[in-house]
């Protein structure tokens, strides 16, 4: 994160609202402190042992610390003039307790007797595993392979189920294997009368490229402008910190390919709908009852969703959920009446799950048969990754079986999701894919939503994007701008603006991005992450309710308060442990409450758990020396978090040390 002492300093300066916030007199301390203080003044230190001397003659460059795997300063995820988002760490105290492993997730009924295998021209029996079905291997099983489709006739439009609308076709009898010919099949297998075995299975074998409204087939247009495969893979539900917890080794496998990592991504609606309409549309949920859904039991064929503009481009496009029930465009909603995508698994999720899907868990069938529903989605993405190859394609795929209900059930897909991207990479179809994995919001429910970090996390889930390695080359500045955004302030209509940009890549080729920067977009909704975000961006200019802003907000206290003069000694308390060691360093004492700040994120519930935190800056004697620190004050105990600032210059107080930290703080005996 942000190491430099100085850019807080930059960001006092240039009169960030921190600065309007210091009394009058220290501005132009400040401001003496920059000028003449910048070769050796060490503005900040943190509170660990890593000690950086801010220099003149040294390259900014050396100090960019910032790298992936850095722990770093954690009094804040994000710090930007606009917002601040208060520092959380994965395992904090009140978190630990509930990162416990899933005990209590099932695995699927017979997971490792899957009697039909499957390739993808091919199902056959495994005769090895016909005695766990208890039938002998010569028995003269029988087996019923059934084709399934959408149907393109319609009873009902009007229908609520009318997506769910499916025709299925005469059963083919087959003994050991059958060549696969159709997108949706249903086997059953029946050996003495009984069906001993029963199965879905999913093929998406290259179709040919229609464009919209037409049944005309067209060539997709192969010409040379360069592409990248855009695919969005949604995790619901998973807080950006909850995957560092229960995803660690997927986190890892992104990490060591130079995924980058949102920090300030916040969510700004409940749950996945207002949050994927955003993203999608790039309008809110509100203003889609205005445009193309005029009320909840109309269809959302009329909207203009970002995967119709790839079409146009001539990418295939497809959509993929793994719960048919919890559909983001059919839970308590009628979905679509026409196909929405060139591929789209609805109808086959949709039987799926009601004639093979099981081990209810709360809001989800977890298990298609003998196998997991995140399972079928994430080999469905493979199969179709392969299938189209040499062809472009837009997928936006959700899994929400799994993670939707329980806050460590995700620990069960780390490794599946690792070795998915793993497998993607080898086939190197990533040299040629953006990938996004995503969530839309943290956990909702359960014992974490009652601290104050549960509710932080709630608001902020998880984003990473990994790009190609030609991606940097050749999109140099809106790589770069993306690297930078990782830390301001984003939202799902973000996304869109940066989806949206990958439908025509010369959006983004240097020029472009030189001349759209030189635009004025600083106040608009959706801003493509490939552009800089501005640094000044707020809740309210990103449009962000209230309700769900993480940045902080300050409250200021009385000085005279109890409360203020607790957090003011506590500063000090803090300052003379840093001296204790130093018998040359005078005692402090606190001369003066200058100012105290209560930094509220939101409206805490009354009974939450979990911190608070404080703005403290204080005058010193002897000396006169003014600090400034955050506490975060957790029961009776105080905690600073992150760095004890210097506000005024120190002269020749602290000649008797030399330790460049130790002089920030030491007033000489
Ligand atoms: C399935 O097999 C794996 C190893 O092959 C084993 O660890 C696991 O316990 C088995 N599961 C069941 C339900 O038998
Ligand atoms: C799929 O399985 C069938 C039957 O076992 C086999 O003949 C075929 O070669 C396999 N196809 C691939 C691509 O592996
Ligand atoms: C297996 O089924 C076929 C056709 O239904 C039948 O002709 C044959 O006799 C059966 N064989 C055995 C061993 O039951
Ligand atoms: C940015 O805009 C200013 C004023 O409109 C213009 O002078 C300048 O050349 C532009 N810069 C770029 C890189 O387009
Ligand atoms: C910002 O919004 C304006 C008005 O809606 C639009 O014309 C412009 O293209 C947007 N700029 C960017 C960079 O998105
Ligand atoms: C942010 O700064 C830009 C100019 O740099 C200005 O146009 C804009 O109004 C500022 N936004 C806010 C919310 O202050």
Known sequence: MCFFPFSSMAQLVKGSTRLRSIPVRFRYLFLLATIFGSSFLLISITNRTEILLVNNDQPLNSLDLH????????????????????????????????????????NCPNANYTLLQHNESHIWVDT???????????GNMSCCYKPFYRPKSIVNVFSEHVDDRVQYEDCVEFFSYIEVEHEFVRVSCDYDQKTVYEQYFLFPSKKPFHTFGENKVRIQPQNDTPYYNVIVMGIDAISRLNFHRTMPKTLEYLKKKGAIELLGYNKVGDNTFPNLTPMLLGIKETDLKRTCWPHDSASFDNCPFIWQWFKEAGFYTALGEDSAKLGTFNFAKYGFIKTPTDYYIRTFLHEAEVNVGNTKD???????????????????IEDLTSTLRYSKLFGFFWEVSMSHDYLTYPMAMDDSYKNFFERLDSSNYLDNTVLVLLSDHGIRWGAIRLTKQGRLEERLPFVHMLLPPSFQENYNLAYNNLKQNSKR?????????????????????????KQRTNSSYTLNRSISLFLPIPKNRTCKTADIDDHWCTCHKGIKLSTKSLEARDAAEQLVRHLNKYLEEYPHCAVLSLAEVLEVTEMMAGQPRKDEVGWREFMVVVRTAPGDGVFEGTLRRRGDQWDLAGTISRLNLYGDQSRCVHHYQLKLYCYCR
Do not use: R, W
């Not at 016909?130 to 010569?138: A, E, G």
């Open 362 to 380: 709360f809001n989800s069938y977890i298990c298609m048969g003998n196998k997991y529903f995140y399972k079928v989605l994430l080999d469905y």
């Open 128 to 138: 090895e595993i016909l005695q766990y079905y208890n039938v002998p291997k010569d």
């Open 67 to 106: 790298h992936y795997d850095l722990e770093h300063d954690t009094s804040f995820t994000i710090k930007t003039e606009g917002c601040t988002i208060p520092g959380l760490i994965a395992l904090d105290e009140t978190i630990k307790l509930f990162n416990h492993p899933p005990k209590d997730l099932k």
């Open 489 to 513: 302030l984003t939202t799902p209509f973000d996304m869109y603006a940066t989806l949206s940009d990958l439908i025509n890549l010369e959006e983004i080729n240097n020029e472009k991005i």
